[in-house]
């Protein structure tokens, strides 16, 4: 008879050494239970035998009242004494197969990997789940490995697709940051996401253990019980009849409601970044300074970070965490990221800190993103042949980074991981003017709040970072400036670059629902 599943959503890993002052271990384990963990792993680094004996079968004993299984961190003999319901191995530690033979044919096994060959050897070897990470610096522990980082677990997830193995991820995981870490944690096919995390200093650093664990507890179940797609909530079919009447209204909403649209941009482009979102009707604020970004992500509507210069960084990876927080829109545009080491280890970083809602690039831009040597950079710009194959890439790209991805080009094609679209607006004399993309972005950006504004919070969590069709949101801002460009390279008043980029503002200003349907030309491939 096969053994029941272990529910791993909400993991707990004690540590007495981060108990606060006068709180009992014991009083801190049952509350942390009427909380809502759902398994218990008993660590003990410091203790003698006899000390770790004592805790362990005080643990099952308390653990046996709430139905919630007892692993033991390392120790098989500590195991098989206490009368717990298995062990968690570390890489050192004894060989999954050797255990097996030790401990009763139901015990459960668990062991540590940080990378796909530890997975691959965990899943062969028949472990019941393996714990990815670490995925954020910890304190917990001293940490042996470098932090694998949220996006580095989908590699991960994807050795372990089609087996019996499950997985959890440790490492720094809390409330603040919980949801980007089960969305973020995808294998590239989206076909495996995360069975729970495990959690050490949230819980057992807390004076209201319970508290705290219910609180995770409720985000887990949200996440869990709601679709694990894209960061996208479609209104309707996707046809290019659809998709269009979608950004209309969105572009009326911008109208109507006047969202403020945060912006941390490269300091060639800021003034056109303000002026084309005041254009849309929209309210720009440009704010660097970390300090500000809690604040800010409260009255914001949604967020664009451009890190053409990247003279902000601590700023960027502040205003992403609190707009995530505060689940607002995040337009991620990795300008000339494939042009030095520098940009490359800038991206990653903010990647793996917070979720982006669009990531939009030319193709240079995406190509770095994507691992691609197709389309190489140049500074800013892309060099080289078009991709072979673009739907495939901004598809991929956009399930691999869980949200909708935006390549821009001669003609510009947007994904949110299942549908891809071929947009075919735009005038050669945006290529002739200095950050028309970094434009773009402000107006996807603009799009995306609307969106939000025009998606109705739900009574209860859902367990996503935002809600709202960013999908055509991110149409709707494209579509708005190339749409734009057209009727500006077309006044007599314009006679090269010079004059195109003020009539250009102009055409945005004077954007109509009307001029949006007749000139809209959408494509959808997939």
Known sequence: MPKPPVDLALYLVTGRGLLPPGKDYYESLEESLQGGVTLVQVREKKADTAEFLEVAVRTVGICNKYNVPVLINDRIDICLASGAAGVHLGQTDMPISIARQLLPKDAIIGISAGNVDEARVARDAGADYVGIGALWWTES?????????????????????????????????????????????????SSRTLDGVAVISEIVGSTTPKAAAANLKKLITAFLGSSPSIITIASGPR????????????????????PIIHQITNNVTINSLANITIALRASPIMATTPAEMEDLAKIGGALLVNFGTITDKAGMLAAGHHYNRNK??????????????????????????????????????????????????????????????????????????????????????????????????????LENITGAGCMAGSCVAAFCAAARLAQPEPKDEDGRLVRGDMLVAAIGGILALSIASEFAAARTDVHGSGTFLPALIDEVYNLTPEKLLSKAKIEVLQ
């Open 141 to 189: 522990k001293q940490l042996v490995k470098d932090v694998l980082g949220v996006r580095g677990v989908g590699a991960i997830l994807d050795v372990l697709a089609g087996s019996p193995t499950r997985s959890v991820a440790i490492g720094g995981i809390k409330s603040t940051n919980l949801l980007r870490s089960m969305h973020g944690a995808v294998g590239p096919d």
């Open 328 to 429: 607002k829109p995040i337009v991620f545009d990795p300008v000339g990221v494939g042009a030095t080491a520098y940009r490359k280890a800038a991206a990653k970083e903010i990647l793996n800190t917070w979720q982006a809602t669009v990531i939009k690039g030319n193709g240079g831009e995406i190509g770095s993103l994507y691992g691609s040597s197709e389309v190489a950079s140049r500074g800013v710009d892309s060099v080289g042949q078009a991709f072979s194959d673009p739907a495939k890439v901004v598809r991929e790209l956009a399930r691999r980074e869980r949200c909708v991805v935006v390549m821009t080009g001669k003609h510009d094609y947007v994904s949110d991981g299942e549908h891809v679209l071929r947009l075919s607006n735009g005038h050669e004399l």
């Open 239 to 258: 046809t290019p009849e659809a998709l269009v009447s979608g950004v209309v209204k969105l572009f009326q909403t911008i109208r109507e409601e006047t």
